[in-house]
């Protein structure tokens, strides 16, 4: 469903991504993790579309992002850390402007908004203009909007930023439920129990290369720490980083 192969993004001297490959399979959640500053988000924007690549591609549902982007962007929907609405629109205005982008037909985005709503807790902010919401209530109306056009591909970038525990839950319920069901989330996060716990696969990117790949037992199986993933993952980073000084 996701195809990344030899992609590169460089800015100057800085290769914030470096050759990066990576297959990802229909109903995959996989979780992108990384350092600050490591790739994580640019990689994310590539795959989104929203940089272009300095070398490599990247395909989604079989569509180059960069040669095809209508089609492939159809396939898709992005979250970004920061989420963003018109501030003078209601939840409910919101979610028709984006269902009248993708072309869904209103009584179509009325069903669909119900639905989630319901799920995600967004009943009582209907009619709320958006500016008024918290910043967990925006982020779910954002999710809200991603999952309305039912995309094939959920990217996501940081989702559980600004979640009481209890939204947190429900957001991570669906998303499991939506991968279960056959959809691809390729979710990059700092919360490595979130990764832990939903993830079927984790990737994980230092200094632009993917220095890891697998389930999280493989993740523990090459790594000189057999704990949680917290500190696999630190351990992981720490190894790559004295092959790097040594290689100097």
């Known amino acids: 469903m996701i195809s990344i192969r030899g992609l590169s993004k460089h800015f100057g001297d800085l290769h914030a991504v470096e050759g990066l490959d990576l297959e990802i399979a229909q109903g995959e959640f996989f979780a992108f993790l990384g350092p600050n500053g490591a790739g994580k988000t640019t990689t994310i924007k590539m795959l989104a579309g929203l940089l272009k690549p300095t070398g490599g591609s990247a395909l989604v549902g079989g569509f180059d992002i960069q040669k095809e982007p209508e089609k492939a962007k159809a396939q898709l929907a992005y979250v970004p ?28 985005i009325e069903s669909r908004t119900e639905a989630l709503f319901d799920k995600l807790h967004l009943q009582d902010y209907r009619h709320e203009l958006t500016e008024n919401l918290s910043h967990g209530t925006r982020q779910r109306l954002v999710i809200s909007s991603a999952l309305l056009h039912e995309p094939r591909v959920l990217i996501i970038d940081e989702p559980m930023v600004g979640l009481d525990p209890m939204h947190a839950r429900i957001v991570k319920d669906e998303f499991r439920a939506r991968a279960t069901a056959g959809m691809t989330i390729f979710l990059s996060t700092h919360q490595l129990a979130v990764a832990e716990e939903l993830a079927d696969r984790i990737g994980i990117i230092h200094q632009g290369r993917l220095i890891a790949l697998g389930t999280v037992e493989q993740l523990r199986a090459n790594s000189d720490d057999k704990g949680a993933l917290e500190s696999v993952f630190l351990s992981l980073v720490d190894a790559e980083e004295s092959v790097r000084a040594r290689a100097k």
């Not at 609405?85 to 179509?108: N, R, W």
């Open 81 to 108: 850390d920061f989420p963003f609405t018109y501030d003078k629109l209601t939840c409910m205005e919101f979610m028709h402007f984006v269902g009248d982008i993708f072309a869904i037909a209103p009584e179509d």
